[in-house]
């Protein structure tokens, strides 16, 4: 099971070439402007199966349009230095992936390297995987003002989690959280004006004196979980708490986007001391959208470059970090606060229906980057 599919993905990542679009009304700042043909790679290398990939997106217009495309066809390898091991990455959708049972080692030393399917080349700087810090507690809270939602234009319910660890007193320490959540599903399709059948949504009217039910859902065939993902960076040094015990560190915040249980994977990245200023400069632009004193071109420059034309601005990084994974099951079932989703009621085919013979009833769990029907870790019926 891959963990991120995206990766430091999400919403964290457009946001990354959406700033290139931003433009700043303080004449005191800077003005960012789109511009087309901008790489973005953002690439991770970690310790434990699943937590590695590599994503490759291009800023790009079509009618008038400002969008993030994802560069398919690219030759994607990870190259560890000493002995010039190379691990090769397959595409699956949107994203690079290393076979499932790669997993870098805490001291080795690994690059990227990339080729494009028109030629171009990216490679990154070495990046030493560091040391794994343990995660003594991990404890939960349920807060009703837990974040401010600028769509709804209001505060929303949430669960915040916060953590204990020993910070090691004979290095700095750089760490790097996310989160996968996962709430069992009990329909895994809804078809709207149309029904199920061949593994698809089809139309297929019925005869004109029938009317269908304006939507169908079908069940779950099997045990099916969906899969949210981290939007927010969350980061922290041990500059002035180095060797001593951290406690109530806030490290995630988990919206109530339903009031199934959830099983929230919190994942601990220890990370270099690069990676963290690259980071926390991203942090700060998606924070503040203001007070940015260099072109954003070249603050979201990480270890990635073109070695055949040295003055490409090519954005992100390649990070190798040793990581830590943490679940825990979170009851929602009598958490006051409404949802932000509204879950459809089941509406299913019957013997009444103007639907073709079978009926039918059932859909399969599809695997994807948001929907499993491998049962996460630590999940509780």
């Known amino acids: 099971m891959h963990y991120p599919r995206n990766k430091f993905l999400g919403k964290t990542t457009l946001l990354v070439l959406a700033f290139l679009l931003w433009r700043c009304v303080d004449p005191v700042d800077p003005e960012f402007r789109y511009q087309e043909g901008l790489v973005y790679i953002d690439a991770l290398a970690g310790t434990v199966e699943g937590a590695s990939y590599v994503s490759i997106l291009e800023s790009a217009e079509a009618f008038g349009i400002n969008d993030n495309v994802f560069l398919s066809g690219a ?7 000493d002995d010039k091991t190379q691990v090769y990455l397959q595409e699956e959708g949107e994203l690079y992936l290393p076979p499932s049972d790669f997993k870098a080692q805490i001291g080795e030393i690994w690059e990227l390297k990339v080729e494009l399917a028109d030629g171009r080349e990216y490679s990154s700087l070495p990046e030493k995987v560091p040391t794994s810090v343990p995660i003594q507690e991990l404890d939960v809270g349920y807060e009703p003002e837990l974040l401010f ?3 709804l234009d209001k505060f929303i319910p949430g669960h915040s989690l916060s953590l204990t660890l020993e910070d090691p007193g004979d290095e700095e320490n750089y760490y790097y959280w996310r989160f996968r959540s996962f709430e069992k599903l009990i329909n895994c399709l809804v078809c709207t004006n149309s029904i199920y059948r061949d593994g698809e949504c089809q139309t ?4 004109s004196a029938s009317i269908r039910k304006p939507y169908y859902t079908y069940a779950c065939e099997s045990d099916c979980w969906q899969i949210r ?3 927010n960076i969350n980061i922290f040094s041990d500059e002035f ?3 001593t015990k951290i406690s109530n560190l806030s490290v995630a915040s988990i919206p109530l986007f339903t009031k199934r249980s959830i099983l929230v994977e919190l994942q601990q990245f220890s990370i270099s001391a690069s990676a963290y200023r690259y980071y926390k400069t991203l942090k700060d632009i998606v924070d503040n959208n203001s007070g940015f004193n260099a072109p954003l071109p070249a603050a979201l420059v990480g270890n990635m470059s073109n070695p055949n034309n040295v003055n490409e601005f090519v954005l992100g990084r390649f990070t190798a970090a040793s990581t830590v994974i943490k679940p825990v099951f979170i009851d929602r079932t009598f958490v006051e606060g409404s949802p932000l989703e509204t879950i459809l009621p089941g509406q299913y085919e ?5 639907v073709p013979r079978p009926i039918v009833i059932f859909a399969p769990c599809t695997e994807s980057r948001f929907i499993t029907g491998l049962r996460p870790l630590g999940w509780i019926d």
Do not use: H, L, R
């Open 75 to 81: 030759q994607v390898s990870f190259i560890k230095t």
């Open 149 to 151: 939602n600028e769509g």
């Open 204 to 207: 297929n009217p019925p005869a």
């Open 229 to 231: 993902y981290e939007d």
């Open 241 to 243: 708490t180095n060797g």
């Open 350 to 354: 019957g013997e009444e229906e103007p």
